[in-house]
Every structure is written in C-alpha cells, then in structure tokens.
C-alpha cells in the first residue's frame, strides 16, 4: 500500500532554512503527482507546491521564490527546501501523492518558525 514518510520539520527562526523530505514506498512513484501540503491550527490543509511526473512543478503564491520541490524518482524521494522562513509558515506539512482522483497523506512533520 502507499507509504509516505516525512522528515525534517523542526524549528526554525524567521529567515532561515528548512528542507523537508518524504520517503515514498509502495506504488510505483514515477507516474505520481507529488505534493506537500500545510494545516496551520484551525485552519484548512492547503496545497504548498507539487511536482507532476513529468517535472513541471506548482506553488502556491504565498511560497513563490521562497521554497522549491523537488522529486528523486529513483530514490522514491519528494524534498521541500524551504527557506526565507516566516511566522505565517508555521503549520504541520504534510507529504502527499495522487492519481485518478485519489490522495494519500503521510503523517505530517511540524515546522515551527519563531523567535
């Protein structure tokens, strides 16, 4: 069955870098869209960016120039580095991968962006 991984959450101070990863196994990943996601307390989970399988990738306004996806389909690997860290950031994020209508979810990493 679909497993997804995450790593890498933690805490950070506004302005710096975080770069988080989600190990996939279980499907076969080339042919996945993968993305991360984010859910901030109350509020609901929002696309952060993602990558089709043909590399193009999305972001949502708020992440533009800030963050960039990237997927290793060899390794089985989608990497969020994140940097220009803000307050607003602060949410769990959340690894994902779909196809034919379908989404599957990992289990969600903490970033923390505070002084």
């Known amino acids: 069955q679909v497993q997804l991984v995450e790593s890498g959450g933690g805490k950070v101070q506004p302005g710096g870098s975080l770069r988080l990863s989600c190990a996939a196994s279980?499907?076969?990943?080339?042919?996945?869209?993968m993305g991360w996601y984010r859910q901030a307390p109350g509020k609901q989970r929002d696309l952060v960016a993602s990558v089709s399988n043909d590399g193009s990738t999305n972001y949502a306004a708020s992440v533009k120039g800030r963050f960039s996806i990237s997927r290793d389909n060899a390794k089985k690997n989608v990497d969020l580095q994140m940097s220009g860290l803000k307050p607003e950031d602060t949410a769990v994020y959340y690894c994902?991968?779909?196809?034919?209508?379908?989404?599957?979810w990992g289990q969600g990493t903490q970033v923390t962006v505070s002084s």
């Open positions: 994902s991968a779909q196809r034919w209508g379908n989404t599957w």
């Open positions: 279980g499907f076969p990943f080339s042919v996945y869209v």
